[in-house]
């Protein structure tokens, strides 16, 4: 992450958002498609993307134990936590809320 007390970017960061973006993109493609399709395509991405971010929360979480001062702040106490408050009601991020909570 390269802003991490940004609270812009850790919003950026939630798989949610990941997720939802990823969704979005595949729809606006499709549409400049002739054909459609690429469904197998658009649900191997999506499983790469978690994947990864659970690889990226357990390296995470295993620094902050070894040096607890890297641990973020809270969302709360960020600068910019008012506007990031917003991207929690992007398309993206409320889509990707829903994909997680099917699954």
């Known amino acids: 992450m390269h802003k991490p ?3 812009i970017e850790r919003i950026k960061n939630h798989l949610a958002y990941k997720l939802g973006k990823v969704m979005i993109d595949f729809s ?3 549409n400049n498609y002739k054909y459609g399709g690429g469904y197998i395509a658009l649900f191997k991405k999506l499983y790469k993307i978690k ?3 659970k ?3 357990k390296i995470y979480q ?3 134990q070894v040096f607890p001062q890297l641990k973020y ?3 709360e106490t960020c600068s910019d936590y008012e506007q990031a408050l917003k991207y929690k009601f992007h398309l ?3 889509l990707g809320e829903v994909l997680i909570q099917t699954f």
């Open 5 to 7: 007390n940004s609270a």
């Open 28 to 30: 606006h493609q499709r």
């Open 51 to 53: 994947k990864q971010h």
């Open 55 to 57: 690889k990226e929360q």
């Open 62 to 64: 295993q620094t902050i």
């Open 73 to 75: 702040p809270n969302l």
């Open 92 to 94: 993206s991020y409320m």
